[in-house]
């Protein structure tokens, strides 16, 4: 995950938040933006005449000669028409050498934003000491809109329409994040933390996901079954809800209204070191780690198989290489040519899910298929081609099933784009 966000999580001190930052990048070395940790949604405000709109909002780590007075432009785009633009600087946002800055980016108030369907957003960097402008990442996000029972006038019901991002192209990714020798011991020192999404819902009374807080993970190596470990799960505050209400004349019950979300889940496998034998007995207080309770996975070199378990059945599959040094081995989607960049320490991990998808309420193998999260497409086909070729049947939907009388599914031309 990004280096800031993640050791926010992992060091009691604030000078220890930027020990895994790259702070010696040489001039040649690109600017990127960290999506492994990078945070989108929407803003729900009342919009023009309280019929409801949004603002757009993006929280994420740049790297790599960030100024003081360097910026992001963020252009949000309904086809080729820009309907909103934000100039974001980083200021004290970032790191004293200028290796890191956060981003912290929401379009303007007053920018009503009603567009639904396809919504582009650039973030383009804005250097200061030299005036270019360099395209850093082009978001493709699909809005829904939703409606929020909103009370009585008289004896008619009043809605005002939200706004949300379909995570569904969020969940084909998950990524392994290999937590600094520099971590304090009990913030997981040198063990491994994995990171993906689920949704959750209701309708009526029925909730998903089940709960994660009794699971389990347990690997194989090369074929051969090790034992299993514990786990401790988390959502990281990365979350995108949508609420859809019948169109009543009371306040909604649970009956009434449809919920669903997506949630970025944080998953320490207590106990799977990696590194060798020796850097876990190092990273233990010099003693031996728990042969019952850990997993040293410079003991097992080769191709793993994790699966995190809950309630007896698979809800997610992670599979990965580890080499000789202990170390899982970057996923070929972040390698080579127009590959995405990450932070040290961080790689992806193939992800499969459970086969019927019983675990998610919501599940879109077609928006998997067609990109990576946020609408990256995938930069080698080739290397998640067995992944993609695994998923599961579809489960659920993302559309709002719900349309108050007068209204359509999609807006008139016209409320597209925004209001001042």
């Not at 029972?149 to 939200?162: F, I, K, L, S, Y």
């Not at 019983?358 to 879109?364: A, C, E, I, Q």
Request: glycine residues 10%.
């Amino acid at each position: 995950m990004n280096a800031l966000k993640a050791l926010a999580h992992l060091a009691p001190a604030l000078g220890a938040l930027l020990m895994l930052v790259p702070h010696t990048a040489a001039a040649q070395d690109p600017r990127y933006l960290d999506e492994t940790d990078m945070q989108v949604r929407l803003h729900s405000v009342p919009g023009a005449n309280d019929q409801g709109a949004y603002q757009v909002v993006v929280e994420a780590t740049v790297y790599n000669r960030i100024g003081a007075s360097d910026a992001i432009r963020m252009d949000v785009k309904v086809g080729n028409r820009v309907v909103a633009t934000a100039r974001c600087e980083f200021g004290g946002a970032r790191d004293n050498d200028g290796g890191a800055g956060a981003l912290d980016c929401t379009t303007p108030e007053g920018t009503d934003i009603t567009a639904v369907g396809p919504v582009r957003v650039d973030l383009t960097y804005l250097d200061d000491q030299d005036g270019s402008a360099t395209l850093l990442r082009t978001l493709n996000l699909r809005v829904v809109r939703y409606w929020s029972w909103e009370g009585m006038n008289g004896n008619r019901p009043t809605h005002r329409a939200h706004f949300q991002l379909d995570g569904s192209d969020f969940m084909g990714v998950a990524y392994a994040y290999h937590i600094s020798p520099n971590a304090d011991y009990n913030r997981g020192r040198d063990q491994i933390k994995f990171y993906f999404w689920t949704s959750s819902g209701r309708s009526g009374s029925r909730n998903l996901p089940a709960d994660l807080n009794n699971a389990s993970m347990r690997c194989t190596v090369d074929g051969a079954r090790l034992h299993d470990l514990q786990v401790g799960t988390q959502t990281s505050g990365s979350e995108f809800e949508e609420d859809n209400r019948v169109y009543t004349n009371h306040a909604p019950q649970d009956g009434d209204v449809e919920h669903w979300s997506w949630n970025r889940v944080e998953l320490m496998a207590y106990g799977l070191y990696w590194g060798t034998h020796a850097d876990a007995v190092t990273a233990n207080i010099n003693s031996e780690p728990d042969p019952n309770r850990s997993l040293i996975m410079g003991d097992h070199p080769g191709a793993w198989v994790c699966g995190l378990r809950s309630s007896g059945r698979v809800v997610r599959e992670f599979r990965f290489t580890v080499g000789a040094d202990g170390r899982i081995v970057q996923h070929a989607e972040l390698v080579g040519p127009g590959a995405m960049h990450v932070v040290p320490g961080v790689v992806m991990v193939d992800t499969r899910f459970g086969n019927p998808e019983d675990f998610d309420f919501v599940f879109n193998p077609a928006a998997i298929r067609a990109s990576a999260p946020f609408g990256r497409p995938w930069t080698h086909p080739e290397a998640v081609r067995d992944m993609l070729a695994a998923l599961p049947a579809a489960v659920g939907t993302a559309d709002p099933a719900v349309v108050p009388a007068g209204q359509g599914r999609t807006p008139p031309a016209a409320a597209g784009g925004h209001h001042h």
